[in-house]
């Protein structure tokens, strides 16, 4: 059948170049987590400081997202993700000299103005290639850079702690400089490994890039015809849709930054030594990667989409709460892993949703302004939950309040399924049809 033969070559041809590229980018934004647990004494940071370190970050990122993926479309995927992935690594490698609380916000504002636009960039630039009925699996596929990134770079991070005084410097100077090297080795090789445009996908059959193309077109007309937003970025940055979605949005990257952000510290009091915190800190992150994976599956069949995030959001503030209020730390462990498989796995399912509503020049901004607008979470909840753990001496405040922000989503995720549900299903085949 050629659809399964199109979407096996998608997702070979495609996907490992994306995920590599979301791993490196998320190892080299989260690794401030595990830098701190030695860091911070280095600098003389407090919870407070720290906390406004990490929420620096967004506020370049935000302003910069909307521009950024409207130059990739006028530009093309391959050479505006390889510009992002160049800068990114060389900022982030040089997060290696900062010396006080002051030079750490600086770096890290110029490191949100470089990674402005690759997360939604590559959402936009999948929509242009993955017809809807598959587009929840491959978000799953992609989103999945980020636990494996956590799984994976947490310890790994860690251990490169243990090379503190080597050549006089810091074990987190050495982290910082390692692994900023394979964004820089990435952007250069992503020119030569993604193709802009179907008719450029030199791996599909005349007739199978005959088949995406007029796959592509028909679901982009259904949407149109629907009454999604179309070719004005105005509208869509007005549109009542994206603002919802970028308001659910908020509640959902208020968890997944939140945790794991601060999931080394939170672990750290377990008295198990810095490089063991770093490898426990991954378990959590194991089980989100399972939590996209099944949720991001699920989601892809009719009539699910909506049961699939709501159980997600469900999973996600019981584990929280459970955590927040257990303090032995197994149960405390175990309820993490818990809220891990919700808080991982809402995020695919979630994209699924304006993939699925917007359209033209609005899908590139509208994309855009829901991560930007979303991310504003980013920089107010890292501030928040270092107030909250300097005031109460834990983090379980902190993690109470991401349990509130779980219900937030699934409140307006429940307001936009009600106003756009049976438009959305119109639009993709019955993707997101449960709310009936």
Same mark, same amino acid.
């Given at each position: ?234 509208? +869509?940055? %007005?549109? $009542? /849709?994206? *603002? #919802? ?7 959902? !990257?208020?968890?997944?930054? =939140? &945790? +794991?952000? %601060?999931? $080394? /510290?939170? *672990? #750290? ?7 063991? !915190?770093?490898?426990?800190? =991954? &378990? ?21 989409? =909506? ?130």
């Amino acid at each position: 059948m050629i659809e399964t033969a199109v979407m096996r070559k998608l997702t070979l041809r495609l996907l490992p170049v994306l995920v590599v590229g979301y791993f490196v980018a998320i190892l080299d934004r989260a690794n401030l987590g595990v830098a701190a647990l030695t860091m911070n004494a280095d600098l003389g940071l407090s919870a407070a400081a720290f906390g406004v370190a990490a929420s620096v970050f967004f506020v370049p990122y935000v302003l910069l997202e909307v521009p950024s993926n409207l130059a990739l479309q006028r530009f093309g995927a391959r050479l505006w993700i390889a510009r992002i992935m160049i800068t990114w690594g060389v900022i982030s490698g040089l997060h290696a000299i900062v010396w006080n609380a002051e030079s750490l916000y600086v770096m890290r504002a110029l490191l949100g103005a470089a990674e402005a636009g690759f997360f939604p960039g590559v959402i936009f630039y999948l929509t242009q290639w993955i017809p809807a009925a598959h587009r929840g699996r491959v978000l799953a596929g992609f989103t999945a850079g980020i636990p494996i990134a956590l799984v994976i770079g947490t310890p790994l991070s860690g251990m490169l702690l243990n090379l503190d005084g080597w050549m006089g410097l810091h074990g987190w100077q050495w982290m910082y400089i390692i692994e900023a090297l394979p964004a820089v080795a990435l952007g250069v090789a992503i020119p030569f490994l993604l193709p802009n445009k179907v008719g450029d996908a030199k791996f599909l059959t005349d007739q199978e890039k005959e088949w995406l193309s007029t796959t592509l077109e028909r679901e982009r007309l259904v949407r149109e015809a629907a009454g999604g937003p179309k070719h004005s970025l105005l509208k +869509s940055l %007005f549109s $009542p /849709q994206v *603002l #919802l979605f970028a308001l659910c949005y908020y509640g959902l !990257t208020n968890l997944n930054g =939140a &945790v +794991s952000t %601060f999931l $080394p /510290q939170i *672990l #750290l009091p377990f008295g198990l030594g810095n490089t063991a !915190t770093t490898f426990v800190a =991954a &378990v959590p992150y194991l089980f989100g990667l399972v939590g996209m994976l099944v949720i991001g599956r699920f989601a892809d069949r009719p009539g699910r989409r =909506a049961t699939a995030l709501y159980t997600a959001l469900a999973i996600s503030a019981v584990g929280l709460v459970a955590s927040a209020l257990v303090d032995q730390p197994t149960l405390k462990l175990i309820a993490l892993c818990f809220a891990a498989f919700g808080v991982f796995g809402v995020l695919p399912g979630f994209w699924g949703l304006p993939t699925a509503l917007l359209a033209g020049t609005a899908a590139a901004g509208g994309i855009a302004l829901i991560n930007a607008l979303g991310n504003l979470s980013s920089v107010v909840n890292p501030a928040v939950i270092g107030v909250i753990r300097e005031r109460t001496g834990d983090f379980n405040g902190g993690l109470l309040w991401l349990a509130a922000m779980a219900v937030l989503a699934a409140l307006v995720l429940t307001l936009i399924l009600r106003l756009w549900g049976s438009r959305a299903t119109a639009g993709t085949g019955g993707v997101v049809d449960a709310h009936r």
